[in-house]
């Protein structure tokens, strides 16, 4: 099995690539090794010393260091973990379906034709473009022409995630939605 690994822009966070499929479909956000209980793959990324975030993608792994550690010395061991379990014959994940699993949108019921147009163009021009770099984009809700997205994997504390949804995201969906007045990133 080859692992490749690629750089994100967010420095705490390395991409790595398996070369088969990780989800499928779908991605899975674990910030700590308690939320990781559906996943062996997340469970045992965890129990890497210095690993302190872990995001599943259709076909990635992003994993996030504590910022005393050195990738020089963290890439092998998380490679090592993700070629373990990947040979082990071990789920990525047990019991769910591999979809989001965060908390639910909030919208009014008014809004319901604004916030299909939001998501088909987070879906077909945004999430594309941040899953290259290891992360994902969630549509969170929309309230009098605030569009509210949260950041997940290497996305999550990327110091360019600000300049990337204010000056890329929020103008995208502006021209395309003229009922947006802003776009705000949520926890």
């Not at 469970?43 to 872990?54: C, I, K, N, P, S």
């Not at 990525?92 to 919208?107: A, H, S």
């Amino acid at each position: 099995m080859f692992i490749q690994t690629e750089a994100t822009p967010n420095p705490a966070t390395l991409k790595f690539l398996p070369g088969r499929p990780v989800l499928g479909r779908g991605s899975v956000h674990y910030a700590s090794a308690e939320e990781a209980v559906s996943s062996p793959l997340a469970q045992r990324l965890f129990g890497v010393a210095g690993v302190t975030d872990v995001f599943l993608g259709d076909d990635f792994v992003t994993v996030t260091k504590a910022g005393t550690e050195e990738w020089s010395v963290l890439k092998s061991i998380v490679m090592a973990a993700l070629m373990d379990h990947f040979l082990s014959g071990l789920p990525v994940l047990q019991d769910i379906d591999g979809t989001d699993m965060d908390e639910d949108e909030e919208f009014a019921e008014e809004d319901a034709g604004i916030v299909q147009q939001i998501k088909e163009l987070l879906d077909m021009r945004v999430r594309p473009a941040v899953a290259q770099d290891g992360g994902d984009i969630v549509f969170r809700g929309f309230d009098k022409g605030v569009v509210y997205l949260k950041m997940r994997g290497s996305c999550a504390g990327c110091p360019s995630s600000t300049a990337t949804l204010k000056m890329g995201i929020e103008n995208m969906l502006k021209h395309y939605v003229p009922e947006i007045t802003e776009v705000r990133a949520v926890a």
